[in-house]
């Protein structure tokens, strides 16, 4: 070939690994060719380079868009590279070789007979060839000391040499000489001590790529430092790491467990790394604090992502060894790798779901400390480009969700998240799947919605776990929480994202499909956001029902309340329209108290759940008993009301988290836990009958005499308990329970079926039709995708913590500043106060002595003057947060006006 002729390279996915290569033989060992003026080529500029240099180099002319010259044809490579040097140091080919050749150019037409006499003219270098699965020694003393040699052959070849005619250089019936190829196979298999045991005769597909061992790996080292402790020494050593680690294949059959001595995990995923051996080598290499060797793996790693990114097929096929082997490297949050690091993660985008649930499996049976590591990394480099971002003159359009490397961190922890609950399953601390949960995944959306389940769904399906039914995790959940991030994501843009697709085809990344990485008060506005679309939506159909039909309609879902008669009035009316049009339960609440002037933007509704409340969990009413040790409510199993009553409680439930109204209710933990869908199991008795569940726990843990145990606790299969009115009731457990004593052998079966009796039987024609009512406004919602128990209690009853700090930062004035004698008073006098006068504060101004999730910074409250010195009583906007105050002129004033105000606030007046 002409030296100044120029061949593009093919674009094609299969040969972008080979093209890379390509390049890096060009730029290290040149054509050859005399005359040759290729800037990107050893021969024509003079300057081969070295292979750190070289791998860089040939990765950024494949990758990105340049025009480089290759000086040979891409498809001849494999060709012009069979010789390697014998014991004589001459550069010869033996009859096995040359057949081949001939044979390739015979079915090759692209190779000419003149580039082919140009190809077969021998080269005093050493040269390797991943792509042909070749690598050729490096040492010019004695092939005996190479690192991987192989001879491989293309389809339609002749047979290979058998292993004992590779190992002493016969083949084809030819004896060692100076025309034959002296060879030396690949080491077999290490075990887990880091020695060479051979498993088997490998297979074609293993003979024909280079793989390495923790025993070969050391002894490359001990080569390299007997040689000296320059950076050339260890040149066959940065060659063996680059042909490995930028190969995924070779790292497939690299450092794997011998076949007798793996774990079941491994016929399970189909991994088969030794991890210990993993380490153990990258600890030897990087120990040694060798430039070359750190240089050489971060260039390596840049190539195996670019290979990836164009041959994802390998990922859905194949091993997932290259993925662990990777993961374990430590360098991987070092600045070497700032910018691979993204890279590798993105790889993770290609695997299939059932490729996720492998490495799933597998990282689920790691040490909880090693996969608190991994998380954290990811986590660093999440906030690292939050924090890069900052500095970015694009800072203001700066968005998370586009970030890469962000958006792979966050795909990859869902992995570590997932394996964490399948540890937790397998430790038995995790709750049995009810239908409920099992089917969350495959609940119908709304239209707007008609998208693919995302793989956070698809992964729920397949692992058949569910972080809501988590008893006890290894890794806590908040440990995969990023406050940085949290504090950074538009919930807005997510919103939009969750749904959208990009102009390739593929889902836009969106945060809401990996909810384990937000925090509560995220998760709430995407519900509110949720509750809102429906509210305009019902506010549409209903516009459209009143033109089509010519009969009006209410847009809002309007209850006329008597204060004197609040339990009935609502009860009438929401049952009426639960019977008779039950959509109408998702248009937005409007409350209006009869005989009172109060429009209602939010503080009528507020007013009224608290009202309404207070009557409903009153114990003198009967439905709900209250345990004075505890201070939860629990359901009444003797109860006189009727299930309509219970079904409305229901539906103000679901109606106050559809609305956003805090309510001042006192459940124990299991009842989030029943109206999520988990199943009751016997830990949740700690929370409903703390006493009852110590009492039974002794049983299980009794280590006696067997024959004391039934004069120990008296106990039969049949129960007593008291009604609100100290009425005694017994129940049997079981047939003829009452004639079955407990003894240690169905001391197990006696707590299983009390348990079961206490949280589900005995007040199960209660809770359901308790549940059906909140089924009835919120069974649409993604409340169980998104919240887990502890959450939902927040989500319904606020947050605990007064931080009048933050309170104080947040607000905000008009006709006041900060610094105001009046406002300076009224912090103080705030401060002051008992815990009770905080929250009558609270509802003074909003409505609700509750606490949004989030804490107070979050109200959005405000202080607005009200003109100067004056008698007046404060007065607030309960539905825009804002108080108004007058300019008193002293402390003691401000105190007793205010005081007297939120002492005496009931009901809603015009002013």
Same mark, same amino acid.
């Given at each position: 070939?002409?030296?100044?002729?120029?061949?593009?390279?093919?674009?094609?996915?299969?040969?972008?690994?080979?093209?890379?290569?390509?390049?890096?033989?060009?730029?290290?060992?040149?054509?050859?060719? /005399?005359?040759?003026?290729?800037?990107?080529?050893?021969?024509?500029?003079?300057?081969?380079?070295?292979?750190?240099?070289?791998?860089?180099?040939?990765?950024?002319?494949?990758?990105?868009?340049?025009?480089?010259?290759?000086?040979?044809?891409?498809?001849?490579?494999?060709?012009?590279?069979?010789?390697?040097?014998?014991?004589?140091?001459?550069?010869?080919?033996?009859?096995?070789?040359?057949?081949?050749?001939?044979?390739?150019? /015979?079915?090759?037409?692209?190779?000419?007979?003149?580039?082919?006499?140009?190809?077969?003219?021998?080269?005093?270098?050493?040269?390797?060839?991943?792509?042909?699965?070749?690598?050729?020694?490096?040492?010019?003393?004695?092939?005996?000391?190479?690192?991987?040699?192989?001879?491989?052959?293309?389809?339609?070849?002749?047979?290979?040499?058998?292993?004992?005619?590779?190992?002493?250089?016969?083949?084809?019936?030819?004896?060692?000489?100076?025309?034959?190829?002296?060879?030396?196979?690949?080491?077999?298999?290490?075990?887990?001590?880091?020695?060479?045991?051979?498993?088997?005769?490998?297979?074609?597909?293993?003979?024909?790529?280079?793989?390495?061992?923790?025993?070969?790996?050391?002894?490359?080292?001990?080569?390299?430092?007997?040689?000296?402790?320059?950076?050339?020494?260890?040149?066959?050593?940065?060659?063996?790491?680059?042909?490995?680690?930028?190969?995924?294949?070779?790292?497939?059959?690299?450092?794997?467990?011998?076949?007798?001595?793996?774990?079941?995990?491994?016929?399970?995923?189909?991994? #088969?790394?030794?991890?210990?051996?993993?380490?153990?080598?990258?600890?030897?290499?990087?120990?040694?604090?060798?430039?070359?060797?750190?240089?050489?793996?971060?260039?390596?790693?840049?190539?195996?992502?670019?290979?990836?990114?164009?041959?994802?097929?390998?990922?859905?096929?194949?091993?997932?060894?290259?993925?662990?082997?990777?993961?374990?490297?430590?360098?991987?949050?070092?600045?070497?790798?700032?910018?691979?690091?993204?890279?590798?993660?993105?790889?993770?985008?290609?695997?299939?779901?059932?490729?996720?649930?492998?490495?799933?499996?597998?990282?689920?049976?790691?040490? %909880?400390?090693?996969?608190?590591?991994?998380?954290?990394?990811?986590?660093?480099?999440?906030?690292?480009?939050?924090?890069?971002?900052?500095?970015?003159?694009?800072?203001?359009?700066?968005?998370?969700?586009?970030?890469?490397?962000?958006?792979?961190?966050?795909?990859?922890?869902?992995?570590?998240?997932?394996?964490?609950?399948?540890?937790?399953?397998?430790?038995?601390?995790?709750?049995?799947?009810?239908?409920?949960?099992?089917?969350?995944?495959?609940?119908?959306?709304?239209?707007?919605?008609?998208?693919?389940?995302?793989?956070?769904?698809?992964?729920?399906?397949?692992?058949?776990?569910?972080?809501?039914?988590?008893?006890? %995790?290894?890794?806590?959940?908040?440990?995969?929480?990023?406050?940085?991030?949290?504090?950074?994501?538009?919930?807005?843009?997510?919103?939009?994202?969750?749904?959208?697709?990009?102009?390739?085809?593929?889902?836009?990344?969106?945060?809401?499909?990996?909810?384990?990485?937000?925090?509560?008060?995220?998760?709430?506005?995407?519900?509110?956001?949720?509750?809102?679309?429906?509210?305009?939506?019902?506010?549409?159909?209903?516009?459209?029902?009143?033109?089509?039909?010519?009969?009006?309609?209410?847009?809002?879902?309007?209850?006329?309340?008597?204060?004197?008669?609040?339990?009935?009035?609502?009860?009438?009316?929401?049952?009426?329209?639960?019977?008779?049009?039950?959509?109408?339960?998702?248009?937005?609440?409007?409350?209006?108290?009869?005989?009172?002037?109060?429009?209602?933007?939010?503080?009528?509704?507020?007013?009224?759940?608290?009202?309404?409340?207070?009557?409903?969990?009153?114990?003198?009413?009967?439905?709900?008993?209250?345990?004075?040790? #505890?201070?939860?409510?629990?359901?009444?199993?003797?109860?006189?009301?009727?299930?309509?009553?219970?079904?409305?409680?229901?539906?103000?439930?679901?109606?106050?988290?559809?609305?956003?109204?805090?309510?001042?209710?006192?459940?124990?933990?299991?009842?989030?836990?029943?109206?999520?869908?988990?199943?009751?199991?016997?830990?949740?008795?700690?929370?409903?009958?703390?006493?009852?569940?110590?009492?039974?726990?002794?049983?299980?843990?009794?280590?006696?005499?067997?024959?004391?145990?039934?004069?120990?606790?008296?106990?039969?299969?049949?129960?007593?308990?008291?009604?609100?009115?100290?009425?005694?009731?017994?129940?049997?457990?079981?047939?003829?329970?009452?004639?079955?004593?407990?003894?240690?052998?169905?001391?197990?079966?006696? %707590?299983?079926?009390?348990?079961?009796?206490?949280?589900?039987?005995?007040?199960?024609?209660?809770?359901?039709?308790?549940?059906?009512?909140?089924?009835?406004?919120?069974?649409?919602?993604?409340?169980?995708?998104?919240?887990?128990? /502890?959450?939902?209690?927040?989500?319904?009853?606020?947050?605990?913590?007064?931080?009048?700090?933050?309170?104080?930062?947040?607000?905000?004035?008009?006709?006041?500043?900060?610094?105001?004698?009046?406002?300076?008073?009224?912090?103080?006098?705030?401060?002051?106060?008992?815990?009770?006068?905080?929250?009558?504060?609270?509802?003074?101004?909003?409505?609700?002595?509750?606490?949004?999730?989030?804490?107070?910074?979050?109200?959005?409250?405000?202080?607005?003057?009200?003109?100067?010195?004056?008698?007046?009583?404060?007065?607030?906007?309960?539905?825009?947060?804002?108080?108004?105050?007058?300019?008193?002129?002293?402390?003691?004033?401000?105190?007793?006006?205010?005081?007297?105000?939120?002492?005496?606030?009931?009901?809603?007046?015009?002013?």
């Amino acid at each position: 070939m002409a030296s100044g002729s120029s061949i593009r390279p093919s674009s094609s996915r299969e040969s972008v690994g080979s093209l890379i290569q390509q390049y890096f033989l060009q730029l290290t060992k040149g054509c050859g060719q /005399e005359g040759c003026s290729n800037s990107d080529c050893a021969t024509g500029s003079g300057k081969p380079l070295d292979p750190n240099q070289a791998a860089a180099r040939a990765v950024s002319l494949a990758e990105h868009k340049r025009k480089g010259r290759l000086c040979i044809a891409p498809n001849s490579v494999a060709e012009s590279k069979p010789f390697i040097r014998n014991s004589s140091s001459k550069t010869r080919l033996s009859s096995l070789e040359n057949d081949r050749i001939a044979r390739d150019r /015979e079915g090759d037409p692209s190779i000419s007979s003149s580039s082919s006499s140009s190809q077969l003219q021998p080269e005093p270098m050493d040269t390797t060839d991943t792509a042909g699965g070749v690598h050729y020694s490096s040492s010019t003393d004695s092939v005996a000391s190479s690192t991987l040699i192989f001879v491989t052959s293309r389809s339609g070849t002749s047979p290979r040499p058998s292993r004992q005619q590779l190992k002493s250089g016969n083949t084809a019936g030819e004896s060692s000489s100076a025309g034959s190829i002296e060879m030396e196979l690949l080491p077999p298999f290490a075990d887990k001590k880091g020695t060479d045991r051979t498993q088997k005769t490998p297979t074609p597909a293993e003979l024909s790529m280079p793989f390495l061992t923790e025993t070969k790996v050391r002894e490359l080292i001990e080569r390299a430092q007997a040689n000296g402790s320059g950076q050339e020494d260890y040149k066959e050593l940065t060659n063996t790491i680059w042909l490995v680690f930028s190969s995924p294949d070779s790292l497939n059959q690299s450092f794997l467990l011998p076949e007798d001595s793996r774990p079941e995990i491994c016929t399970e995923t189909g991994i #088969t790394v030794d991890v210990k051996a993993v380490r153990r080598t990258y600890d030897a290499l990087f120990g040694l604090q060798v430039d070359a060797i750190r240089n050489t793996m971060t260039n390596a790693m840049d190539m195996y992502c670019s290979t990836l990114k164009r041959m994802g097929s390998v990922l859905t096929k194949e091993s997932l060894n290259h993925i662990v082997v990777l993961f374990e490297n430590p360098l991987l949050h070092s600045p070497e790798f700032i910018n691979t690091f993204p890279k590798f993660l993105q790889s993770f985008t290609l695997l299939t779901p059932s490729r996720k649930e492998a490495l799933i499996r597998w990282y689920s049976h790691y040490p %909880v400390e090693e996969i608190k590591n991994f998380v954290s990394a990811l986590q660093q480099l999440i906030t690292l480009h939050l924090l890069f971002s900052d500095d970015s003159e694009y800072q203001r359009m700066y968005i998370p969700q586009s970030d890469p490397a962000i958006a792979s961190a966050t795909s990859v922890m869902a992995v570590f998240f997932f394996a964490n609950l399948i540890a937790a399953k397998r430790l038995g601390q995790m709750r049995s799947m009810s239908d409920e949960l099992s089917s969350v995944a495959a609940k119908p959306k709304p239209e707007f919605m008609q998208t693919e389940d995302g793989e956070y769904e698809k992964l729920l399906c397949r692992l058949k776990v569910h972080p809501a039914n988590a008893l006890k %995790v290894p890794i806590p959940f908040g440990e995969f929480l990023n406050e940085e991030l949290n504090s950074r994501i538009h919930m807005g843009i997510d919103y939009q994202r969750e749904y959208q697709t990009l102009s390739n085809g593929e889902r836009a990344f969106s945060f809401l499909e990996h909810p384990f990485v937000l925090s509560t008060d995220n998760k709430v506005e995407k519900m509110f956001r949720d509750n809102l679309f429906n509210q305009y939506s019902e506010r549409q159909r209903t516009l459209v029902h009143s033109v089509l039909t010519g009969v009006p309609d209410l847009p809002f879902l309007l209850l006329r309340i008597d204060r004197s008669n609040i339990v009935s009035d609502a009860l009438v009316q929401l049952e009426a329209i639960s019977d008779l049009n039950p959509i109408d339960l998702r248009k937005q609440l409007r409350v209006d108290f009869k005989g009172e002037e109060g429009i209602d933007e939010g503080g009528l509704q507020k007013e009224f759940f608290q009202l309404i409340i207070e009557q409903l969990f009153d114990p003198m009413n009967g439905m709900f008993t209250y345990d004075e040790d #505890t201070q939860v409510h629990w359901f009444n199993p003797m109860s006189f009301e009727s299930k309509e009553q219970y079904r409305l409680i229901g539906l103000l439930l679901g109606l106050a988290i559809y609305n956003n109204i805090i309510l001042d209710i006192h459940f124990p933990m299991v009842i989030y836990h029943k109206l999520i869908g988990c199943n009751t199991v016997f830990s949740d008795l700690y929370s409903s009958h703390p006493q009852i569940a110590r009492s039974l726990q002794s049983m299980l843990d009794y280590d006696g005499d067997p024959a004391e145990f039934a004069d120990t606790y008296m106990a039969s299969f049949q129960v007593t308990f008291a009604d609100v009115f100290g009425h005694m009731h017994t129940h049997n457990l079981k047939e003829d329970g009452d004639q079955i004593s407990v003894t240690t052998e169905n001391c197990k079966e006696y %707590v299983d079926l009390y348990t079961d009796w206490l949280l589900n039987q005995s007040i199960a024609q209660y809770f359901e039709p308790f549940k059906q009512g909140f089924d009835l406004v919120m069974g649409h919602s993604s409340l169980a995708d998104l919240f887990r128990a /502890e959450e939902l209690e927040l989500l319904i009853c606020g947050s605990k913590e007064w931080d009048l700090d933050a309170l104080e930062e947040s607000t905000r004035y008009d006709g006041f500043t900060r610094t105001s004698p009046v406002i300076v008073d009224f912090w103080k006098i705030v401060r002051e106060y008992s815990e009770t006068e905080k929250k009558q504060l609270l509802a003074f101004i909003t409505g609700s002595d509750r606490i949004p999730i989030g804490g107070l910074a979050k109200l959005k409250f405000i202080i607005v003057k009200n003109g100067g010195d004056s008698d007046r009583l404060p007065t607030a906007h309960t539905c825009f947060n804002a108080l108004l105050l007058c300019d008193y002129s002293s402390k003691e004033k401000l105190r007793e006006r205010l005081t007297k105000a939120i002492s005496y606030a009931k009901g809603f007046g015009m002013i």
